[in-house]
């Protein structure tokens, strides 16, 4: 046991000020009323004896760890157990604090903390395979535990993305003294619909995290030659050419992680591969961790629809309680006011919102349920929602587009007075209630996959440098992987469909998950068909073209149509009526504002690209330009189904 020597004086004065430094050196104060110390590298051994390493960060006097038995909040890795999480920082604070800062800060309030890494990552042995061994790992580490003598049975988990994964799988496992969870922006609750696959689609973003991760794996970071020749490889360079196949990808000088890449890319069918413990907490809900459990993710996150998923679910099934958390952030990005170019005001933070910040709202947590303190956290809101809109449009000091927002308390989500309200698409590009015609021109447009329509922003995560999340006016642009000059509005391409409403009269407030059912048709075998939702600004003086932003988007590939566990090839020309689900959103349109949607067959680099011929799922294969029809007649009506919200008193 060695005492904690990784805290400096700055860094802990920079945390709690300089009570908390001298709390470091063993005396005790109110605000600090532990010293800390701190065993490294504990190799807790998994039920197949692969060594998984772990630190446990203890309460002590005068450098000796305390006697008796405390409540532990625990944090799964792939990320390096001692290095700095990005996201741990606070608006008063923005320089990210270390994990051995953040475990200072709980263990000062009275917890044990540990950090583990992942199996195959850092210090922890055995082959990393993503995501598929951290329910049994999860499981065993928590059953190390509680047989600890300095743990009192009770375990808070806690971790942004996949650190809130390694908690769904642990909890899908049932991991033994699981008492409190805190789940941010993770924890599949099905890794087919969002996180890797999406309406049968791929999620390049796995190309990206895998690439930049495999930098940091023992593998490559302990060999110089493979590490240099990694970095050298130009990743946009390869996501601008196809095919790919095994040993000639961005991924080949890192084997493991190629394979991983590849067996997730290449397989389409929902089946049993989809239904594993780590990536599908929807089958695991009986016997997932019966603990109270607060589930946090953002509309500019890939995670959304797993927050609401888990959330409905489990408050179905557990004595909970239960809590939904959804702000307007980039993946874990809670005390930042913007995402992407717009911004939604001082008050979109989670600081000062809906506590001082990130460190004390999971404290609160955790005191109420490890703890049993009576601080209110049973009466807190079921549900805690930004809903995006209201600003002036205008460009703020920063140069971002303010669009505005407020947080509001809901009771349930779905929200239960939403109304669901059909607008039809029509021949002369309207989005209106109104049905369309009997004699409306289908839709027909050209879908080349090797010119697609590229991502602007969006539910991206991990995606640098090839693409980023956020809300952005929807144009292309030089920093927009696939964009060509001229840079003109997506609203411009022969493959892109619009229809918008007239401008409104008055504000209209959306707020649920969006889904279009179109009836479509295709000149070949396969194909996609995508759709986005877009609050269009009217023009101003800072933006004289008016702002097309983005709110959120769905794809679908049409061999999944009826069935993603049975995927079915269409005859040429065949119509078919198909589903495209978005994620959830929320957003105020203001009066004078459209409502846009826009149809396409394409979204990338976020999603990989159909090649239109109906061969096997991967990047492997010949492209061909498909010929799609939108129909918008009466007889075969495409529409959309957005969830209105009553204005509120």
Known sequence: MSQLGQLTRRGLARLFGAAGVTALAGEATADAPYDMVVESDVMVAARDGVKLATDVYRPARDG?????????????????????????LSVANPKPLSRAEVARFFVSKGYVVIYQDCRGRYGSEGKFVKYLSDGADGYDTCAWIVKQPWCDGKIGTMGLSYAAHTQGALGSAGAPGVAAMFLDSGGFANAYQGGIRQGGAFEMKQVTWAYSNALESPEIAGDPKKLAALKAVDIKAWFAKSPWKKGASPLSLAPDYEDYVFDQWKHGEFDAYWKQMGIYAEGFYDPFCDAPMVHMSSWFDPYPRTATQNYMNLKAK???PVR???????????SLTYAGDVDFGPAATLDGQLAANHLELR?????AWLKGARNGALQDPAVRIFVMGGGTGRRNAAGRMDHGGRWRAEKDWPIPDARNTVFHLHGDG???VDKPVKDAAPKTYAFDPDH????IGGTITSGKPVMVGGAFDQREGPAFFGSREPYRPLAERPDVLVFQTEPLKEDVEVTGPIVARLHVTTDGPDTDFTVKLVDVYPPNADYPEGFAMNLTDGILR???????????LLTPGEVVEIEVSCFPTSNLFKAGHRIRLDVSSSNFPHFDVNPNTGGPEGPEGERRVARNTLFVDASRPSRVVLPIIPKRG
């Open 558 to 568: 049409l061999r999944y149509r009826d069935s993603f566990e049975h995927p079915k």
């Open 318 to 320: 557990k004595r909970g």
């Open 430 to 432: 309207r989005l209106a």
């Open 363 to 367: 404290l609160r947590w955790f005191d």
């Open 452 to 455: 697609p329509v590229p991502s």
């Open 324 to 334: 939904l958390i959804l702000g307007p952030w980039t993946h874990g990005d809670r």
């Open 64 to 88: 000796k760890p305390l006697p008796g038995r405390f409540p532990v909040i625990l944090e799964r890795t792939p990320y390096g157990k001692t290095v700095v999480s990005r996201s741990e």
